[in-house]
């Protein structure tokens, strides 16, 4: 398996413009995991998903997030409008709950708002 | 809510020698699991070591181990025979089931030659 893949790698955008961030997650698992991280704030648990469905989003910063899952292999973290302190990397993660088995990252998506 | 503290916000070590990162947590969950977690400069997320909170014996993957202190709610890391490519930050982490990670704040890492 190719592990979690995320894109795009990098994004740079205008504030008041929408950013998606996609995510696949490794094939057979059921659990889907957003986080950000920033220097300070560390690294943030922002919702996760477990077979498809969104379990806890209580880490969604505001209203202008959202996060879907629409199939097993796929998932999108939306942000509109972009602000400048949205800037942060954010990664996905999946994992097999259930299973003696830890949570594999994606790459990241390093996102700047200027 | 639980929460992972790592005091250390930065350690060095030379090249050889013998390092520990510290982390405590807090939680009232009695089943959990603990992790460390490697992040060089690529950025990628790397799983060092786990540890399940009912297993009594520390656990060893190679030249890490840890120092788990289930009533003491600490978890430490102790990598042996440092190597230049251990340089990087690392992250203690907590879940009461697997994959909801709680981060601790990180340990930036250097190894010097």
């Known amino acids: 398996d190719a592990g979690v893949i995320q894109s795009p790698r990098h994004e740079v955008t205008e504030m008041g413009q929408e950013v998606t961030l996609r995510c696949k997650p490794i094939?057979?698992?059921?659990?889907l995991f957003w986080y950000r991280q920033t220097m300070m704030r560390g690294l943030e648990l922002l919702i996760y998903?477990?077979?498809?469905?969104?379990?806890?989003d209580s880490g969604m910063p505001e209203d202008r997030f959202s996060a879907k899952m629409p199939n097993a292999s796929f998932s999108t973290l939306k942000i509109q409008p972009s602000e400048p302190r949205d800037s942060a990397v954010y990664f996905c993660?999946?994992?097999?709950?259930?299973?003696?088995?830890?949570?594999?990252f994606g790459q990241g998506t390093r996102l700047t708002v200027v | 809510a639980q929460t992972v503290t790592q005091s250390q916000p930065e350690m060095s070590v030379q090249e050889a020698e013998t390092v520990t990162l510290s982390c405590t947590y807090d939680?009232?969950?009695?089943?959990?699991?603990l992790f460390w977690y490697k992040q060089p400069p690529s950025r990628q997320m790397i799983l060092v070591i786990r540890?399940?909170?009912?297993?009594?014996q520390n656990a060893t993957e190679n030249r890490f181990s840890v120092n788990f202190q289930k009533a003491a709610k600490s978890f430490s890391l102790k990598i042996s025979d440092s190597q230049l490519g251990d340089t990087a930050m690392y992250f203690c982490?907590?879940?009461?089931?697997?994959?909801?990670?709680?981060f601790g704040q990180g340990t930036i890492l250097t190894v010097h030659p």
């Open positions: 094939s057979g698992h059921n659990s």
């Open positions: 998903f477990n077979n498809n469905v969104p379990i806890d």
């Open positions: 993660a999946s994992s097999l709950a259930g299973r003696d088995t830890e949570a594999f």
């Open positions: 939680t009232s969950e009695n089943n959990y699991y």
């Open positions: 982490a907590f879940s009461p089931s697997y994959g909801k990670l709680t």
């Open positions: 540890q399940e909170a009912y297993k009594q």
